[in-house]
């Protein structure tokens, strides 16, 4: 069997346990793990989010943590154009895509190229969103009680 190159994307913006989780799998998964950190651009255009941490800081971030050999900043919302530049082995996702359409459709497209799927369980307690929200009722309240 030949080198196991794992990639884990995702936006790594207000980065947490969850994400430190899921590098931390999927290293122990692969011989060489690339994190895909979304660009600016892509999170506005596919999710309709405003990053709070610019692209290229995020990347440096990602970049230091023990587990990533390699950061591969996404500027396409398809995954196959990050498979065709960086040929991982294996894709790793939150268990949370799992048997929805956007799982279902990465595996098949991945499948085709020899690449794997694996999920790992979602830090359901802990998420971008969740700390989104409370950040919004945080500025929410101070901006009622500077009125």
């Known amino acids: 069997m030949g080198t196991r190159i794992g990639y884990a994307a995702g936006a790594f913006d207000l980065f947490h346990v969850g994400h430190l989780n899921l590098l931390r799998h999927a290293r122990q998964q692969c011989d060489r793990l690339v994190a895909g950190v979304v660009s600016d651009e892509m999170l506005r255009q596919v999710k309709g989010i405003e990053p709070v941490i610019p692209t290229a800081e ?31 082995t294996h894709f790793f996702k939150g268990d949370d895509w799992r048997g929805t359409e956007k799982g279902l459709t990465l595996e098949r497209e991945f499948a085709e190229v020899g690449v794997e799927v694996v999920y790992f369980p979602y830090t359901a307690h802990t998420s971008s969103t969740a700390l989104r929200r409370a950040l919004d009722a945080i500025t929410s309240g101070a901006m009622a009680a500077a009125r």
């Open 58 to 88: 995020r990347a440096e971030i990602v970049r230091h943590i023990s587990f990533v050999d390699d950061v591969y900043v996404e500027t396409a919302p398809d995954k196959m154009d990050a498979w065709r530049d960086v040929r991982f």
